[in-house]
């Protein structure tokens, strides 16, 4: 199965692209992080790539296709993958789908997580993140606990994301709503996609998308 993944920042699609990753078997592929691992590492792509992510912006389709497009041609990815954070204009829908031509490989459906950005905005701004072991957190999701600087998992300190701030949050929502949310359509127009209730429970969310695919492939 060839899935993307679509949502608003803070709607969870990262954490339901796991969980069906997992479950599945199939590779979750995050241009997101692969984008933010650069930077840790400070390579040429990452350093390019930091201003413009720092600000909220959408990183150049150049810089993305190029991670994406080698991703894709590893031996994981031969029975399936499910894409996170990519298309996210509709010049990446042509660009994705140009790659999956030479694949042989069209993607089978669409995921939208739907959020409010009330909800969404409280999200972003209780999202704490690991700096040792990299696991997210929220402070209004989780325990008290999730209030000091330490990690529950690890121990490690809890840090906000650079681009966690009220001014970037709300400019990701305006490049969301006047870029990705229009790379969607193409999609709806080919019946490729479902919508998931994105404010329920983790867990349930995850099942509601598990029956679906279930329901559409067959889990070997």
């Known amino acids: 199965m060839n ?3 679509f ?9 339901q692209a796991k969980k069906i990753s997992k479950y599945f078997y199939i590779p979750h592929i995050s241009t997101g992080d692969m984008l933010r691992e650069a930077i840790k590492e400070k390579a040429c792509l990452g350093k390019k790539a930091q201003k ?16 994406l497009k080698e991703r894709i041609k590893k031996e994981d990815c031969k029975a399936g ?3 996170d954070g990519f298309p996210r204009n509709l010049k990446q829908v042509e660009l994705l789908s140009n790659i999956l031509k030479e694949t042989g490989r069209p993607i089978d459906l669409v995921i939208n997580m739907i ?7 409280k999200r972003l701004l209780g ?10 957190f929220n402070i209004y999701q989780q325990s008290s606990n999730l209030k000091t600087s330490k990690c529950p998992v690890c121990n490690g300190k809890l840090i906000i994301r650079d681009d966690d701030n009220m001014q970037t949050v709300r400019n990701r929502f305006k490049v969301y709503k006047e870029q990705t949310e229009l790379s969607i359509q193409p999609y709806y127009e080919k019946d490729l996609v479902i919508e998931v209730d994105g404010e329920d429970t983790v867990e349930n969310i995850f099942e509601n998308i598990k ?10």
Do not use: A, H, W, Y
């Open 52 to 67: 413009f992510m720092s600000n909220g912006d959408l990183v150049p389709d150049e810089l993305v296709v190029k991670i």
């Open 127 to 136: 999202r704490r993140v690991c700096s040792s072991c990299n696991k997210n």
């Open 3 to 5: 899935l993307i993944i």
């Open 211 to 220: 029956i679906i695919l279930e329901d559409i492939f067959d889990k070997d």
């Open 115 to 121: 959020v409010s950005e009330k909800e969404l905005t």
């Open 81 to 83: 993958f499910i894409l």
């Open 7 to 15: 949502g608003q920042p803070g709607s969870g699609k990262g954490t």
